[in-house]
């Protein structure tokens, strides 16, 4: 069964300083995709970023990077240098059929960065 | 204009009332799902639709209904509503190639008293 973890449920961290938010998840599936969603406080669902199960390369956006390793079956976000503007829930998800383009979700990480 | 609006944006409602949720998109997607989202569980997902004569049920369907009026439009019914139907709703669409990402309206809050 498909199943996406994310067991930091809250984080905090002071402006300026590097967070790492963890996403394990769980597919019998060679080809899938993962993808992470920021939450800003005012509500909508942000894509953030797709990854296909065939690329391990680590993708840097800015001070945004994501860290793949199918050896773990992890997913990790980092942001480096967070900013307040960086407070949100951030949500890890699975796609494991292509047919559908179903999404499972994990139950997110709340990430509050303090001036 | 947003790619995906939902409306209305919240609600408030007594237990047994039927209430629409409404969803329309512009991005010209064959795919569109509605999620429900509640504090620590994420989101999960109720119904998708890959055109007008396609309807999926997704993990929780129960206690709801869908219309695909439209390609652009997917509307999420509830028919009788139960306190434990209070949560935020979200209208996504996607492209129908294999895994594209899916682009998610701002949502629509409702509450059930």
């Known amino acids: 069964a498909q199943k996406v973890t994310q067991a930091q449920t809250e984080i905090s961290v002071v402006e300026k300083e590097d967070v790492t938010l963890d996403c394990v998840y769980e597919?019998?599936?060679?080809?899938?995709?993962l993808f992470w969603y920021k939450q800003p406080p005012s509500g909508e669902l942000v894509f953030l970023i797709r990854r296909n199960s065939f690329d391990e390369q680590n993708e840097i956006s800015g001070r945004y990077s994501w860290n793949f390793q199918k050896s773990t079956s992890s997913f990790n976000f980092t942001i480096t240098a967070s900013q307040v503007v960086d407070s949100a829930v951030y949500f890890c998800?699975?796609?494991?059929?292509?047919?559908?383009?179903?999404?499972?979700f994990g139950t997110g990480t709340l990430l509050a960065v303090q001036p | 204009d947003a790619d995906v609006t939902q409306t209305p944006r919240n609600r408030i409602t007594k237990t047994g009332k039927r209430i629409m949720l409404e969803c329309s998109q512009t991005k010209g997607h064959d795919r569109m799902y509605w999620y429900r989202q509640d504090p620590g569980l994420g989101l999960r997902l109720i119904y998708y639709?890959?055109?007008?004569?396609?309807?999926n049920k997704g993990e929780i369907s129960d206690g709801y209904s869908v219309s695909r009026q439209a390609q652009a439009k997917f509307s999420l019914s509830l028919e009788s509503a139960i306190p434990n139907q209070t949560a935020l709703y979200f209208c996504?669409?996607?492209?129908?190639?294999?895994?594209?990402?899916?682009?998610f309206g701002d949502g629509t809050r409702l509450s059930i008293l």
């Open positions: 597919t019998r599936d060679t080809t899938y995709y």
């Open positions: 639709s890959f055109d007008v004569k396609d309807i």
């Open positions: 998800a699975l796609s494991d059929d292509g047919a559908t383009n179903k999404l499972i």
């Open positions: 996504a669409t996607s492209d129908a190639s294999f895994n594209q990402p899916q682009h």
